[in-house]
C-alpha cells in the first residue's frame, strides 16, 4: 500500500461540513490512517519493516546498523507507528551514517533549557518561543516541536512559518463540549472539544484547508498548532497537572507568537470543527 495516495474519510453519519467529508493525498508527504498510525510495535525489525512501507525505503539493520538503535528509540519511549513516524519523518531521508539518537536527545534537552530559562521570578524574558507542541497532520500525533525540523524562532527571524498552520476558535460552553481520550495526544489528557465534533474529521479538514488554499504555502502546512491538543489541558492525572502548571507559566502569555510567526490562521467562529451558519449571528456569543 502506498501511504502517498490515501484517503481518509469521515465516519459521522449527516456530517455538514463538505471540506470535513474526504481527503485524497496526492503529494510525497506519506499520510496515515488512524487505524495504522495507532499500532504499537515492540520489534525493531518489524518496526523498521513498516517505516520502510510507509516511506518507500529498503533500510536494513545490516546496511547501517544505528538503524537498530534508532528503532530501539523509539520502542523504549513507548511510540506507536504513527509517533515514530512523525518523530523521524523530517529526517528520514537524510540520517548519516551515525546514529541520530544523540541529536535528537540534544535537541530535546535545549529546547527544556530553554524554555525553563524564559521565565525568571514568573516573568517572561523571551515572548519569541515556539510551541512546545504541534499536531503533524500527517501521522495525526502531536510531536514535540523540537523533532519537526523547523526554522528557529527567536527575535532575529521575524519570518512567518509556512509548516505550520495556527487554529483559532471560539471556545463552548462547558455543557456543549466533552473530553475526548484520544491516541493523538498519548491520552496525557482528555481533549476539550465541541460535542458531535470528530477529532478525525476535524484533521480531514485541516488537511484540506492546506491542500487549497491558491497561496504560496499550500500543499507545505504539514502541521497544526491547536491550543486543545498542544496545550497541555485540565483533567489528566495528578502528575500531568503538576505540568500543566509549570507549562502554563510560558505556554499561555507567548500564544500569541504562534499566531504572529504562522503563515495561516484557521478561524472557527461558532465553535472547532462547526460550521458557522446565519442564525449563529443572533447568538450571544
Known sequence: ????????????????????????????IPCLPSEVADQLIDDPTLLLERLNAIFGTNHSFYS?????????????????????????RSRWSYIPETSIVPKLEALESKDSERRDCAVINGLVHNRMIPPRRVWDLYSNRVLPFWAIH?????????????QIQAVSHAWMCP?????????????KWPVPIPR??????????????????????????EYVWL????????????????????????????????YRRCESIVIYLDGLGRPFEENDLNSKR
Not at 500500500?1 to 503529494?27: A, C, E, W
Not at 526554522?151 to 521575524?158: H, I, K
Not at 455543557?175 to 491520552?187: A, C, F, L, S, Y
Request: contains cysteine; negative net charge.
Open 64 to 88: 547501517r546498523g544505528h538503524w537498530r538503535e534508532i528503532m530501539e528509540y523509539c520502542i523504549d519511549r513507548g511510540y506507536d507507528l504513527g509517533l515514530a513516524y512523525g518523530m523521524l
Open 196 to 221: 458531535g465534533i470528530s477529532l478525525d474529521d476535524l484533521r480531514i479538514e485541516l488537511l484540506n484547508f492546506s491542500k487549497g488554499q491558491p497561496t504560496a504555502w499550500a500543499g507545505h502546512a
Open 150 to 162: 523547523a526554522p528557529d524562532w527567536n527575535e532575529q527571524s521575524s519570518g512567518r512559518s509556512d
Open 227 to 258: 491550543d486543545a491538543l498542544c496545550l497541555r489541558q485540565a483533567g489528566g492525572a495528578q502528575e500531568e497537572e503538576v505540568l500543566r502548571a509549570k507549562e502554563w507559566e510560558i505556554d499561555v502569555p507567548t500564544i500569541g507568537s504562534i
Open 175 to 187: 455543557e456543549k463540549r466533552e473530553g475526548v481520550q484520544t491516541r493523538i495526544n498519548g491520552g
Open 1 to 28: 500500500m502506498s501511504y502517498r495516495r490515501v484517503t481518509l474519510k469521515s465516519t459521522t453519519p449527516g456530517n455538514r461540513v463538505i471540506k470535513q467529508h474526504s481527503f485524497r493525498s496526492d503529494n510525497n
